[in-house]
């Protein structure tokens, strides 16, 4: 029996199948096709020549939700919202997106305001019911719902989150007269405090709704044509695996699905080979995504946004910025060299690849440079074409009065320079030093760019996992499932009995266990973490703080909460704290696929296939290429070297030498110092 993970990007769409009786690992890459990111996915099944119904599990990545959002190509919905607060979604936080520009206007609302409407009912801050829902006064709404011929319908009344009767009894009279249209309840999506982030999150399930049920329906019943017929795991932004039929109903909480598989494998390969600090760096097509690892363990986060929307979902903390390989080289206003956000994408992709672009890409100048051969085929498929990328790259430096190799190690430079300044988003202004971690690198372009990147950081060693560009397909294989639940709950510590901390952490645990019961898993399966999310009294915004074993009385969970703060802030203060939220995340442990065997030995000229001249520095210099298939277990080289493989490149510059260590992940380090 096999097991499939399946990550589908801008670009690519990655497969890893996992042989349990074997412990094979085959992986594949193919061309994605936006129009229809399942078509992409029964190609590459057939590429692989997979008999679906010998597959036990199958788990998926998918950017549908993320990219319906960034596209705004998502469903025409409304919102209903309690009488007086129809502004909230426009009004939002009132903060000036750009700060020093006096003719800013804010960005167009997801929901207009025509199809804002208000209900007049009311929940008070205690969860008191201080006015019903009119059915009467709903169903004549409905009606007007109906003639705008709206798709969704977002419930947003203040305070659900204490207490969610108004927002269900709506939601009843709203799929009566509608029951085609997409609908959600702030309580559902995100029962916590802030009207504006928890309206926001429940505008934003809406209006992907009516795509995300489509698309994932559609893959459903394609994957059914072709015999397979157990449940799919879709992967979520928390870390964890969802059923499909759970995320159709909150897709919200999928927006960051393939990079948090990334994450989740990183952190798993990790711990295996030692590694337990890391900057992980997924760089794909169009993105690049960074994490931060410590100790094993990723940073949470609820205050994510795509593009300009708040999407307050418990997430994992990565770093997204628009660079990626086929990232596009263009001249601002001012005449300046800028690369991304804009992008080629999979269609028609940079101008190497010969389907009619031709702008200059990340891809292109490494092509000019020789640091990607021409030899290989890019998701066996597309063959990179030298001359389209030097006519492109040629043209912008015509216009810059300089030559095509100079400027195509510029774009390298510029994209190199966007990413490390993602990245110390996430580790120098966070109270982290860079030279504390291994640099972990992985994505279709991620090991070219790596050395350079951990260069500019200071990293002193950089990890290239097996099968990198597969690597977030093989994640979703070792992703348990995970349920989160949040209590909003308000109150000094020093208020707060013990007693009633743990009840309502224990009441927590049980409707975890629940649901992780209801999904097959045994007791001995199951684990859970506890969280607080507190601040000090006063402050706006909160810390997460995890509950310790040996808390005993509600001193020591403030003194946890003050040496969390003085971690994350670099000092702290005898001020009294409160609890906001409490927070508890249930486990289901699955089965994990073994790593990809290393190969027992042979010699390093084995996997030495040639050498062609490549640019580092402006000089072309000779430089060994290797198959990294060949590579035995302890091989080391020098470099300048080029390290080629299924679904990606590894770049060795002159200054680093590379190794291979004893599972099978592909090490460079500074050859001095």
Known sequence: MEWLGVDVGGTFTDLVVYDRASGRVTVDKV??????????????????????????????????ATNTLLERKGGHIAVLTTRGFRDVLEVGRGNRTRMYDIKATRPKPLVPRSLVFEIDER??????????????????????????????????????????????????IVARALPDAVVATSAEVLPEYREFERFATTAVNVYIGPRMRRYLRSLRDRLAERGYD????????????????????????????????????????????????LITCDMGGTSTDTCLVRNGQYVMATDGLVGTLPVKVLQIEINSIGAGAGSIASLDAGRFLNVGPRSAGAVPGPACYGQGGTEPTVTDANVVLGRLGTERPL????????????????????????DEVRLAEGIIALAVTKMTASIKEISIMRGH???????????????????????????????VPPMPGNFAAFG????????????????????????????????????????????????????????????????SFELSVELPESAASMADIEDAFRRAYEKRYAYVVTDPAEVVNFRVAAYGLVAKPDLPEVGAGGALER???????????????????????????????????????????????????????????????????
């Open 607 to 673: 996997a030495r296939t040639g050498e062609r001249p490549v640019i580092f520095g402006g000089n072309a210099l000779p430089t060994a290429l290797y198959d990294r298939a060949l590579l035995p277990p302890g091989a080391a080289f020098g470099g300048p070297a080029i390290v080629e493989e299924a679904g990606a490149v590894t770049a060795v510059p002159p200054d680093f030498c590379g190794r291979v260590d004893a599972c099978g992940n592909l090490v460079l380090e500074r050859a001095h110092g």
């Open 230 to 277: 157990r449940p799919i795991a879709i992967m979520t932004s928390n870390g964890g695996v969802w059923p499909l039929e759970r995320t159709a109903e909150l897709p919200v909480n999928s927006v960051l699905s393939g990079p948090a598989a990334g994450v989740i494998g990183a952190a798993h390969l990790g711990r295996a080979a030692g590694y337990r600090n």
């Open 123 to 172: 929940t008070l801050v205690d969860g008191t019911v201080l006015r019903g829902v009119s059915a009467a006064e709903v169903e004549r709404v409905c009606a007007r719902l109906r003639q705008a011929g709206v798709q969704g319908v977002a419930i947003c009344y203040l305070h659900a989150y204490a207490n969610g009767a108004n927002e269900r009894r709506t939601k009843e």
């Open 476 to 539: 979703l294989l070792v992703a348990d499932v995970r349920h989160d639940y949040v209590r909003t709950h308000t109150v000094p510590a020093a208020a707060l009995p013990f007693e009633e901390l743990r009840r309502i952490f224990g009441e927590m645990r049980a409707e975890g266990r629940r649901a992780l019961a209801e999904d097959g898993f045994a007791e001995a399966a199951m684990r859970f973490e506890a969280r607080l999310d507190m601040r000090y009294v006063g402050q």
């Open 433 to 463: 030093d860079p030279r504390d971690f291994a640099f972990f690198a992985y994505g279709g372009a991620g090991p070219l760019h790596a050395a350079l990147i951990a260069a500019e950081l200071g990293c002193g060693r950089v990890v």
């Open 379 to 402: 998701g066996g498929e597309i063959r990179l074409d030298r001359e389209r990328a030097r006519a492109a790259v040629g043209e912008l430096a015509a216009r810059l009065a300089m």
């Open 31 to 64: 061309p994605s096709t936006p129009h229809d990111p399942s078509e992409a996915i029964i190609r590459g099944v057939d590429r692989l020549g997979l008999d679906l119904r010998s597959v036990e599990k199958l788990a998926h990545g998918t950017t549908v």
